[in-house]
């Protein structure tokens, strides 16, 4: 089996997760996350909407964990990031989290946000 070590240019990946806690560039964030192109912050939840906004025009898809099982997001939400162009993906986090890091490899215009499982 070939090995190749994953180089990640753009951002940091997600190293790991636990109860209430996700562990992004070799840092630790209490609580939620969001992480892509411009860093990785605190991210307060649905209401957050200004950070996700930001993102306009530096990413195509964001994916959005939501936490220990997969759930719907508030409707104008995903209506609102519809509006701006970015594309969104949801999911559980841990999916998102695996997700987000592959695309990253690959050097796709992708950020993540995540609820904490």
């Known amino acids: 089996m070939r090995l190749n070590e994953v180089t ?3 951002a940091a990946p997600v190293e790991g997760y636990g109860p209430g806690f996700f562990r992004v560039g070799g840092q630790v964030y209490e609580g939620g996350v969001l992480t892509g192109p411009t860093g990785t912050q605190a991210w307060a939840g649905y209401e957050d909407r200004a950070r996700l906004f930001a993102l306009q025009g530096q990413i195509d898809v964001l994916f959005l964990g939501t936490g220990a099982e997969t759930a719907h997001i508030p409707a104008d939400l995903r209506a609102e990031l519809d509006g701006l162009g ?3 993906e949801v999911m559980n986090s841990p999916s998102a989290a695996r997700t ?7 050097g796709r215009r992708i950020a993540l946000a995540m609820l904490p499982v």
């Open 100 to 106: 987000y890091n592959v695309l990253l490899s690959e």
């Open 8 to 10: 990640y240019t753009d």
């Open 86 to 88: 970015i594309g969104v």
